[in-house]
């Protein structure tokens, strides 16, 4: 009795554990803001769901101080996409990604493996799912996110994903090689 009674116990506080995470509302009009870190500056930069359809993604952009655009990508990419938009952007423009590139999205074949086989390709490095420590865990304006924590073999790049199959954004980058480190502040 002891046993099925501590059983219980230990299913309700984990499910209690797992209601408490935040899974924001990604869809046309949502915006996000993010921290960029880059060649040892921060900027703030915002990026937002400017059309979404069925095999179609504009995503618009805007770095302060910079300027703003659009990236657009297509069916071919988010199906199958599997590198990141790492370029620097090019203010004032309309820029239909590569087939085999997404920006702050993963594409369709990454969140199958994700669920699969608990890691992710991206840019020709595989990242595994770990376990966040307390201080890994991603917070937004003070409430964990529900995401995935996955890193690359070396331990050198993190990467949090927005467990939502729909939308699974890319909500941190740590460590990147490629291009700026993201950190999500808010979604609106």
């Known amino acids: 009795m002891k046993k099925i009674i501590l059983?219980?116990?230990?299913?309700?506080?984990?499910?209690?554990?797992?209601?408490?995470?935040y899974v924001p509302t990604i869809k046309q009009g949502t915006k996000l803001a993010y921290s960029a870190f880059?060649?040892?500056?921060?900027?703030?930069?915002?990026?937002?769901?400017?059309?979404?359809?069925?095999?179609?993604?504009?995503?618009?952009?805007?770095?302060?101080?910079?300027?703003?655009?659009?990236?657009?990508?297509?069916?071919?990419?988010?199906?199958?996409?599997?590198k990141g938009f790492w370029d620097q952007p090019s203010p004032?423009?309309?820029?239909?990604?590569?087939?085999?590139?997404?920006?702050?999205?993963?594409?369709?074949?990454?969140?199958?493996?994700?669920?699969?086989?608990?890691?992710?390709?991206?840019?020709?490095?595989?990242?595994?799912?770990?376990?966040?420590n307390e201080q890994q865990q991603l917070k937004i304006t003070g409430k964990p996110v529900d995401a995935f924590f996955v890193e690359n073999a070396a331990g050198s790049t993190r990467i949090w994903i927005l467990n939502n199959a729909a939308f699974p954004v890319m909500l941190k980058i740590e460590g990147n090689s490629l291009g700026a480190d993201l950190t999500i502040n808010s979604v609106e």
């Open 7 to 21: 059983g219980v116990c230990l299913l309700m506080a984990g499910s209690a554990w797992a209601q408490d995470k």
């Open 38 to 82: 880059l060649n040892g500056q921060t900027f703030p930069c915002t990026f937002s769901f400017d059309s979404v359809a069925t095999g179609f993604l504009k995503m618009g952009w805007n770095v302060e101080g910079f300027g703003g655009g659009t990236w657009v990508m297509k069916s071919k990419s988010l199906e199958s996409g599997l």
């Open 92 to 132: 004032g423009t309309e820029q239909v990604l590569a087939d085999d590139q997404t920006a702050i999205v993963f594409s369709k074949a990454q969140w199958d493996q994700l669920q699969k086989d608990k890691k992710i390709d991206l840019d020709n490095q595989s990242f595994s799912v770990k376990t966040p």
